[in-house]
């Protein structure tokens, strides 16, 4: 096992890591809005914080050596299921590969963001 680490993307800010590589899968730890140059959420609607989330996951993804065409499963969570029409239409542009993935609503997410994203994707091994 490899842990990825990636200026590109939020640090962890707990006790995890910002990703693993397993053979020719890449696990992406939930990834929230945050700007990984400022450290601050980035945006106040779920559009907004959708992509912030969206670009984070590809950071890791990228770091891992794999890709947002390569992506097989994500898992998505929403402060408010009224946000997933919106959401989709953020998510859509950047998971190309239609993965599989599941979007439930939870309760709280950290740092009171909108929206949260892990992602397994495929990798050709070094």
């Known amino acids: 096992m490899q842990k990825i680490a ?3 993307a939020p640090a962890a800010i707990g006790p995890y890591s910002q990703g693993m590589v397993l ?5 992406s730890s939930g ?6 140059a400022t450290g ?9 914080q959708a992509e912030q989330s969206c670009k984070n996951v590809g950071a ?7 890709s ?3 992506v097989v499963k994500t898992t998505c969570f929403l402060a408010d299921m009224g946000d997933f029409p919106e959401f989709n239409r953020i998510y859509e542009k950047y998971f190309v590969s239609m993965p599989a993935r599941s979007c439930v609503a939870v309760k709280e997410l950290p740092k009171g ?14």
Do not use: D, H, W
């Not at 990834?31 to 990984?36: D, G, H, R, S, T």
């Not at 963001?113 to 070094?126: G, T």
């Open 6 to 8: 990636t200026n590109e």
């Open 23 to 27: 053979g020719n899968l890449v696990f």
């Open 31 to 36: 990834q929230i809005p945050v700007n990984p």
């Open 40 to 48: 601050e959420v980035e945006g106040n609607t779920i559009a907004e």
């Open 60 to 66: 890791v993804l990228a770091a891992g050596g794999s």
């Open 68 to 70: 947002y065409e390569k």
């Open 113 to 126: 963001v909108l929206c949260e994203i892990e992602a397994i994707a495929y990798r050709e091994e070094a």
